[in-house]
């Protein structure tokens, strides 16, 4: 059995198990975010159990270890989510607690609540429960279809009268999942399916919600070393042949409306660095990608803020990008008011950011992409294609299918 040393000792979470924790917390009806960032075999464990979750600015270079979440229609001068660090764990892939940062001590009261619960959920059957099963879509899938088609429609005759170049439209997709679903045993799944993504599971209480994801797109992210980077992720092919097998990447050809699209999303990276006039940047891309079942073009810009006194870059450059034009459109303004008055639901965090900030030093924020929201027996899965005017709305809708099948095909056995 692993001994964690702390300033206390030893600690009292040796040997608690994720799933056993995650549980608790929700029991205990604490915001926690569970998440592994992408290339690395570390999984965090975030619990808030002193304020809750509370709202702030986004000055990251400024805030407490944490971590943010904020929706699609997340304005510059608009609060964000912020769930405060008061626990911290650091787990191994083999689930064992290779750190430990507790801010209240192991003698608190909610801590020792906390891991009591923990450590009973080990004989508590629910944990053992198989799997259930999902059930059919509560949505007519041919009507959400035919729904869909029709505001690509809409986009392409938009993109033709000049009102804007690109747009990024999307859409839900609702199954009904049972009690038997265990989101930690879902997180672990995504973790190992897809070792290039964001993997995240957050639980926010006051909103009866629990957050799942496997995100490929970095938004902002600031290393303690003061390297700041972003990305243009944009342009999508299915990564598996009729058969199931993985096609080569070198065997990959991108057509002329991908590269475009792709192109358009570099463009606006770096007319958000000419409006600070930054002009010392690195651009390494396009190259192919693979994200889970799918293939997107990408372009990495790296700044050295060090080298130009500019600690704040990261916060500055939140409120430049974001909404992307990669989950918005090109123009801004006019593509994100087509959203607005066709899209017909509220995006919620799907296309929003979240993710840590100041754990380690380190902030890495991404677009909540290839998302799911479990609320109330509902699982509602997103999903968005970005619209030009060479789209054909049937493969647009295809697009989304791939999309939301990148969760679907590994955690449908969680429920």
């Excluded at 991404?366 to 968005?384: E, I, P, S």
Aim: glycine share 6%; with cysteine; proline share 5%.
């Amino acid at each position: 059995m692993l001994s964690v040393q702390t300033d206390t000792g030893i600690s009292v979470f040796e040997g608690l198990q994720i799933e056993e924790l995650w549980q608790a917390s929700k029991i205990m009806g604490f915001p926690s975010a569970l998440w592994r960032l992408p290339h690395t075999n570390e999984i965090k464990f975030l619990i808030s159990i002193q304020d809750g979750i509370h709202k702030c600015l986004p000055e990251l270079e400024k805030m407490s270890p944490g971590f943010v979440m904020s929706t699609f229609y997340w304005e510059s001068d608009q609060q964000v989510l912020f769930l405060e660090g008061d626990i911290i764990l650091t787990f191994s892939e083999e689930n064992r607690i290779t750190g430990i940062d507790n801010k209240l001590g192991e003698e608190h009261t909610e801590v020792k609540k906390l891991v009591q619960l923990a450590a009973s959920t080990r004989t508590n059957e629910s944990l053992a429960a198989p799997p259930g099963a999902l059930l059919i879509p509560i949505d007519a899938q041919l009507d959400a279809k035919a729904r869909f088609e029709r505001t690509v429609e809409l986009a392409v005759a938009a993109i033709r009268q000049n009102q804007f170049k690109k747009v990024v439209l999307s859409r839900s997709k609702d199954l009904a999942y049972t009690e038997a679903f265990q989101p930690a045993r879902a997180f672990q799944k995504l973790i190992k399916a897809y070792p290039h993504a964001f993997i995240s599971l957050v639980n926010l209480p006051e909103d009866n919600e629990i957050w799942l994801g496997a995100s490929p797109e970095g938004l902002v992210e600031q290393k303690s070393d003061g390297t700041f980077k972003t990305m243009s992720l944009a342009g999508t092919q299915g990564a598996r042949d009729s058969d199931g097998a993985l096609i080569p990447k070198y065997d990959i050809r991108w057509g002329e409306k991908e590269i475009e699209e792709q192109a358009l999303v570099s463009r606006y990276i770096i007319e958000c660095f000419k409006k600070i006039r930054l002009r010392e940047y690195l651009e390494a891309g396009p190259r192919t990608v693979l994200a889970g079942n799918l293939y997107h073009l990408r372009t990495v810009f790296e700044v050295d803020t060090v080298a130009l006194n500019f600690p704040e870059l990261a916060s500055v450059m939140l409120k430049l990008l974001h909404p992307t034009s990669a989950i918005c459109g090109v123009p801004k303004t006019p593509s994100l008011q087509f959203i607005n008055d066709v899209e017909g639901y509220n995006r919620s965090y799907y296309s929003g950011f979240l993710g840590p900030v100041q754990v380690g030093g380190d902030t890495n924020l991404f677009v909540n992409l290839r998302t799911v929201r479990f609320k109330d027996g509902t699982a509602t899965f997103f999903a968005g294609a970005g619209i030009t005017e060479d789209s054909m709305p049937e493969q647009e809708w295809f697009e989304t299918e791939l999309k939301c099948d990148t969760l679907l095909k590994v955690i449908g056995s969680s429920f």
